[in-house]
């Protein structure tokens, strides 16, 4: 690595580090330009300048970006970004541009202990903490009090663990036994102009911080009906709600392999046969109260042993120090989108044309949405867009930029089971043609859904193998 800088979304440089003295003047302001001003779309996370390699991720609007004139592994290094994110984010709670002009003293003794002369070293937050002996600033955190509204007693929201490891046995100057467990999921979900669904998929992790003194072991217990990468294999996943054996056969290897063993009732010879039925059937379990859940694919951190995993779905493990995904999964099987849309286009004029755009929430009335984004393109000779809403929200707005030629809707809560209309209202320059129709969307959404995951992995329960009685650790 030649060099590394964070940059903010208006390109200032906020942390710039040379590592072996071959950096070219204005480096930042040329990636940012050909970020900011990229000829399609988002620029790739790899592209090169004059025979300089960029490689850079985005973090909460900010660009952590390294160069390099070798021929480096671009895999490896985006990698090695995000490690070093998940590091600075550790150490100053939270990863915002504030944080880092507070603590960038901290920073750049990090970044001396993680890379030395361009080459990575430490990448691990807890082996790290030997080396670092700068104290983080904290910074406050945002409220969020209005928008979440009443929790269950067990639950505290995410931004309840952004708070700087340094500080993890004096919270409030006092010991707190503590650990945070979440689970976070990422929707990708195509819709066709008809409203069905063309592609879907959830990227899932279940995220952990541990306050806990003494590092003891923890037990982490999934669904008891789940299945792990066998929905795509070449018998199918098949799930019986119930069934019943013949007497002669022995079923101490049918968990395990979901192979039968027995002496079939014949008189001749009676040889013993094994009969082997497809590995990931599943019996009985269909109908349990987690229901059936079906993972593509999943990987475990390290600290994770799995010697109970298939008997149980069960996980121990010693959590380390910081932030850490105890389970990432993947799942491309049909599921319910918590949110729906029905677009129609209508012509209201000559050189007008309206956008109607019905949004349904698909999710229980308990839960609700939270910093609901939706983005409509319009066509090229736009010349003004009248967006508005059915009905008034609080927290609710819409802006035409006109730069990028696209309607945004924001809404700040859209409780569940509940629907609303948006119209724009577009003006054109020219008479209203089939091909300015054609040019209208595709219609994208973000949005977040506290306390809901679609896929229904579930978190049984979490033991603390600590048996002290003064030992009272607190779970959320």
Same mark, same amino acid.
């Given at each position: 690595?030649?060099?590394?800088?964070?940059?903010?979304?208006?390109?200032?440089?906020?942390?710039?580090?040379?590592?072996?003295?071959?950096?070219?003047?204005?480096?930042?302001?040329?990636?940012?330009?050909?970020?900011?001003?990229?000829?399609?779309?988002?620029?790739?996370?790899?592209?090169?300048?004059?025979?300089?390699?960029?490689?850079?991720?985005?973090?909460?609007?900010?660009?952590?970006?390294?160069?390099?004139?070798?021929?480096?592994?671009?895999?490896?290094?985006?990698?090695?970004?995000?490690?070093?994110?998940?590091?600075?984010?550790?150490?100053?709670?939270?990863?915002?541009?504030?944080?880092?002009?507070?603590?960038?003293?901290?920073?750049?003794?990090?970044?001396?202990?993680?890379?030395?002369?361009?080459?990575?070293?430490?990448?691990?937050?807890?082996?790290?903490?030997?080396?670092?002996?700068?104290?983080?600033?904290?910074?406050?955190?945002?409220?969020?009090?209005?928008?979440?509204?009443?929790?269950?007693?067990?639950?505290?929201?995410?931004?309840?663990?952004?708070?700087?490891?340094?500080?993890?046995?004096?919270?409030?100057?006092?010991?707190?036994?503590?650990?945070?467990?979440?689970?976070?999921?990422?929707?990708?979900?195509?819709?066709?102009?008809?409203?069905?669904?063309?592609?879907?998929?959830?990227?899932?992790?279940?995220?952990?911080?541990?306050?806990?003194? &003494? %590092? *003891?072991? @923890?037990?982490?217990?999934?669904?008891?009906?789940?299945?792990? =990468? /066998?929905? +795509? #294999?070449? $018998? !199918?996943?098949?799930?019986?709600?119930?069934?019943?054996?013949?007497?002669?056969?022995?079923?101490?290897?049918?968990?395990?392999?979901?192979?039968?063993?027995?002496?079939?009732?014949?008189?001749? &010879? %009676? *040889?013993? @046969?094994?009969?082997?039925?497809?590995?990931?059937?599943?019996? =009985? /379990?269909? +109908? #349990?109260? $987690? !229901?059936?859940?079906?993972?593509?694919?999943?990987?475990?951190?390290?600290?994770?042993?799995?010697?109970?995993?298939?008997?149980?779905?069960?996980?121990?493990?010693?959590?380390?120090?910081?932030?850490?995904?105890?389970?990432?999964?993947?799942?491309?099987?049909?599921?319910?989108?918590?949110? /729906?849309?029905?677009?129609?286009?209508?012509?209201?004029?000559?050189?007008?044309?309206?956008?109607?755009?019905?949004?349904?929430?698909?999710?229980?009335?308990?839960?609700?949405?939270?910093?609901?984004?939706?983005?409509?393109?319009?066509?090229?000779?736009?010349?003004?867009?009248?967006?508005?809403?059915?009905?008034?929200?609080?927290?609710?707005?819409?802006?035409?930029?006109?730069?990028?030629?696209?309607?945004?809707?924001?809404?700040?809560?859209?409780?569940?089971?509940?629907?609303?209309?948006?119209?724009?209202?577009?003006?054109?320059?020219?008479?209203?043609?089939?091909?300015?129709?054609?040019?209208?969307?595709?219609?994208?959404?973000?949005?977040?859904?506290?306390?809901?995951?679609?896929?229904?992995?579930?978190?049984?329960?979490?033991?603390?193998?600590?048996?002290?009685?003064?030992?009272?650790?607190?779970?959320?």
């Amino acid at each position: 690595i030649g060099q590394f800088f964070i940059l903010s979304p208006r390109g200032d440089t906020i942390i710039n580090k040379d590592f072996r003295g071959d950096a070219i003047p204005g480096q930042q302001d040329l990636f940012f330009r050909k970020v900011k001003f990229w000829d399609k779309g988002d620029s790739p996370p790899v592209f090169q300048i004059d025979d300089i390699s960029y490689i850079f991720i985005r973090r909460n609007q900010l660009l952590i970006v390294c160069t390099t004139k070798y021929n480096v592994s671009p895999s490896a290094t985006i990698e090695l970004l995000n490690r070093m994110a998940k590091v600075f984010k550790d150490y100053c709670g939270v990863l915002t541009e504030e944080s880092i002009r507070k603590n960038f003293i901290l920073i750049y003794e990090l970044l001396d202990e993680m890379l030395d002369y361009g080459y990575p070293q430490i990448t691990s937050t807890e082996m790290l903490k030997n080396c670092v002996h700068n104290e983080a600033v904290v910074v406050a955190k945002p409220s969020m009090t209005s928008v979440m509204g009443t929790i269950g007693s067990g639950t505290k929201s995410a931004n309840a663990a952004n708070v700087p490891i340094t500080m993890m046995n004096t919270r409030g100057g006092a010991n707190k036994n503590e650990i945070y467990v979440d689970i976070v999921e990422r929707l990708t979900i195509l819709f066709s102009n008809t409203g069905y669904v063309v592609n879907s998929s959830i990227d899932g992790s279940i995220m952990m911080k541990s306050f806990l003194s &003494g %590092n *003891p072991e @923890l037990r982490l217990a999934l669904n008891e009906d789940l299945v792990i =990468g /066998k929905g +795509n #294999g070449s $018998y !199918g996943s098949v799930v019986l709600d119930d069934c019943n054996f013949h007497e002669c056969v022995h079923l101490d290897e049918f968990e395990s392999s979901r192979t039968l063993h027995f002496l079939p009732p014949v008189p001749l &010879g %009676n *040889p013993e @046969l094994r009969l082997a039925l497809n590995e990931d059937l599943v019996i =009985g /379990k269909g +109908n #349990g109260s $987690y !229901g059936s859940v079906v993972l593509d694919d999943c990987n475990f951190h390290e600290c994770v042993h799995l010697d109970e995993f298939e008997s149980s779905r069960t996980l121990h493990f010693l959590p380390p120090d910081g932030e850490f995904a105890v389970l990432n999964y993947r799942i491309t099987a049909d599921y319910r989108a918590p949110f /729906k849309l029905y677009p129609t286009i209508e012509e209201s004029g000559t050189y007008k044309v309206d956008v109607i755009i019905v949004l349904r929430a698909d999710i229980p009335e308990a839960n609700y949405g939270s910093n609901v984004t939706l983005r409509l393109p319009v066509p090229r000779n736009t010349v003004s867009v009248l967006p508005e809403f059915s009905i008034e929200m609080p927290g609710c707005s819409a802006e035409y930029n006109a730069n990028e030629k696209k309607v945004l809707f924001n809404i700040r809560k859209f409780n569940g089971s509940s629907e609303i209309s948006l119209r724009a209202r577009i003006t054109l320059d020219t008479p209203v043609t089939a091909a300015h129709k054609k040019e209208i969307g595709p219609i994208s959404m973000s949005f977040e859904i506290p306390m809901y995951n679609v896929s229904n992995l579930q978190v049984r329960y979490l033991r603390i193998s600590e048996t002290h009685k003064s030992y009272n650790p607190c779970r959320w």
